[in-house]
């Protein structure tokens, strides 16, 4: 071959190189205009309601040789608190992450200024009022059981530590029916309850206050929801409009010392051991965020 030859050769891979070289693919990234609708997701001392949203984006790719690919995801989770109870239209305070990918979705109160969010069995978020968002890792430990659960609740407990909880406690065998995590050691220890806490079975959600134990548990005999602290049962409500229709869909969440029973308000007086019968205020609506009905009919939407 002669050094011509030789030369055309390489002039013409320099050719394709540069070619190849300007055929970059086309990437557009975008949020979205709107964010999601409000979640409620606890209260502080009983006067302010918590509440996050977060904003979805895309992101596509039309590649150079025609291929078309699409991805999505959200994140700058947003946390924002509203005093409902003055009735005031827009939140007294927010703030939001610059997080494109999850810290995991918030899942719930952890205390009166702290929610909490997980990704994985093994991994929490926590974004205080006012602070940043961490995330930790943890190491998991089991006690008398062998199968572990996705953390659904977390609850203050004794001790400093956190009380976990499944879609259930009522499981048998070598199924764990809770878990204790302590922040401070990073780990999550999976048990079966002993003898001491066997009570707690009977618990659809729980707290420790002081050095007792409190426990909210819908009654199976009646439309009525019980109070118990340390096994003994100190208080019952029933609304004299629920009906046996509520039986079956009685839905409650127990955020500090608010306890919502299917959309009413109450409180429980942690000092006096009992859930306080007159209601704070009702949500209305969940549909489109969150609306919110005051003891004297008035509304207010977030």
Same mark, same amino acid.
């Given at each position: 071959? $002669?050094?011509w030859?030789?030369?055309?050769?390489?002039?013409?891979?320099?050719t394709?190189?540069g070619?190849? !070289? *300007?055929?970059a693919?086309?990437?557009?990234?975008?949020?979205n205009?709107?964010r999601?609708?409000?979640?409620?997701?606890?209260?502080?001392?009983?006067?302010?309601?918590?509440a996050?949203?977060?904003?979805?984006?895309?992101?596509?790719t039309? #590649?150079?040789?025609g291929?078309y690919?699409?991805?999505?995801?959200? $994140?700058?989770?947003?946390?924002?608190?509203?005093?409902?109870?003055?009735?005031?239209? !827009? %939140?007294?305070?927010?703030d939001?992450?610059?997080?494109k990918? #999850?810290?995991g979705?918030?899942? !719930?109160?952890l205390?009166?200024?702290?929610?909490? *969010? *997980?990704?994985?069995?093994?991994?929490?978020?926590f974004?205080k009022i &006012?602070?940043e968002?961490?995330?930790?890792k943890?190491?998991e430990? =089991?006690?008398?059981?062998?199968? $572990?659960?996705?953390a659904?609740?977390?609850?203050?407990w004794?001790?400093?530590?956190?009380?976990?909880? $499944?879609?259930?406690?009522a499981?048998?065998g070598?199924?764990?029916?809770?878990?204790?995590?302590?922040?401070?050691?990073?780990?999550?220890?999976? &048990?079966? =309850?002993?003898?001491?806490?066997k009570?707690?079975?009977?618990?659809?959600?729980? +707290?420790?206050?002081g050095?007792?134990?409190?426990c909210i548990?819908?009654?199976?005999?009646?439309?009525?929801i019980?109070?118990w602290v340390? !096994?003994?049962e100190?208080?019952?409500?029933?609304? %004299?409009e629920?009906?046996?229709?509520?039986?079956?869909?009685?839905? =409650?969440?127990?955020? #500090?010392?608010?306890?919502e029973?299917n #959309? /009413?308000?109450? &409180?429980?007086?942690?000092?006096?051991?009992?859930?306080?019968?007159? %209601?704070? /205020?009702?949500?209305?609506?969940?549909?489109?965020g969150?609306?919110?009905?005051?003891?004297?009919g008035? +509304?207010v939407?977030?």
């Amino acid at each position: 071959m $002669g050094r011509w030859s030789i030369a055309w050769i390489f002039l013409m891979s320099l050719t394709v190189v540069g070619l190849l !070289g *300007g055929c970059a693919d086309d990437v557009t990234f975008e949020w979205n205009q709107s964010r999601t609708q409000s979640k409620l997701i606890g209260f502080v001392d009983d006067s302010l309601a918590m509440a996050y949203d977060y904003r979805c984006w895309s992101e596509v790719t039309e #590649g150079w040789n025609g291929s078309y690919d699409e991805i999505g995801d959200c $994140g700058h989770n947003r946390l924002c608190l509203y005093n409902y109870q003055a009735q005031k239209e !827009g %939140p007294v305070w927010c703030d939001s992450l610059d997080n494109k990918k #999850g810290e995991g979705s918030f899942e !719930g109160q952890l205390n009166d200024s702290t929610v909490w *969010g *997980g990704s994985s069995d093994t991994y929490f978020s926590f974004w205080k009022i &006012k602070d940043e968002c961490k995330k930790i890792k943890v190491k998991e430990i =089991f006690e008398s059981c062998s199968i $572990g659960f996705y953390a659904k609740k977390l609850r203050v407990w004794l001790n400093g530590d956190f009380f976990a909880m $499944g879609k259930s406690m009522a499981f048998s065998g070598d199924s764990c029916q809770y878990a204790i995590l302590d922040t401070n050691e990073r780990t999550i220890t999976y &048990k079966r =309850f002993d003898k001491n806490l066997k009570w707690i079975e009977k618990c659809d959600d729980l +707290r420790a206050w002081g050095n007792e134990i409190f426990c909210i548990a819908l009654k199976s005999d009646s439309l009525g929801i019980s109070l118990w602290v340390d !096994g003994e049962e100190k208080d019952v409500i029933e609304h %004299p409009e629920w009906s046996k229709s509520y039986l079956e869909h009685r839905v =409650f969440s127990l955020w #500090g010392d608010v306890l919502e029973i299917n #959309g /009413t308000i109450q &409180k429980i007086d942690y000092r006096i051991k009992e859930i306080v019968k007159d %209601p704070i /205020t009702m949500i209305y609506s969940r549909q489109y965020g969150i609306e919110f009905l005051s003891v004297n009919g008035e +509304r207010v939407s977030y």
